[in-house]
């Protein structure tokens, strides 16, 4: 069973800065996508940044030029830098992999912007 396990989160002022981390328990050289989700309460889930097998990120626009996300694939580990964050980033996060047959998602790792 692949797991994927988060850390990183925690409490930070507007205008920190946070890294966030995703390690896989199976390669994800191959995954087709490696990305970052974030859900506020009373919100829907929704992608923050994401990383396709070819090395190409997509990011959401609240978040372009903030965050970058990056992949260790000899470590098979993703990672979520954050920087200038604000209240609105407060969130769980969650990683996500995909890959031909199977999709797997983290636990969850709680962000929490202070004003």
């Known amino acids: 069973q692949v797991q994927l396990v988060e850390s990183g989160g925690g409490l930070v002022q507007t205008g920190g800065s946070l890294r966030l981390s995703c390690s896989a328990s199976?390669?994800?050289?191959?995954?087709?996508?490696m990305g970052w989700y974030r859900q506020a309460p009373g919100k829907q889930r929704d992608l923050v940044a994401a990383?396709?097998?070819?090395?190409?990120?997509v990011y959401a626009d609240s978040v372009r030029g903030r965050f970058a996300i990056s992949r260790d694939t000899a470590k098979n580990t993703v990672y979520l830098q954050m920087i200038n964050l604000k209240p609105e980033d407060t969130a769980v996060y969650y990683c996500?992999?995909?890959?031909?047959?199977?999709?797997?998602w983290g636990q969850g790792t709680l962000v929490t912007v202070s004003s």
């Open positions: 996500k992999a995909q890959w031909s047959n199977l999709e797997v």
């Open positions: 199976a390669r994800i050289l191959n995954a087709i996508e």
């Open positions: 990383v396709t097998s070819a090395g190409n990120p």
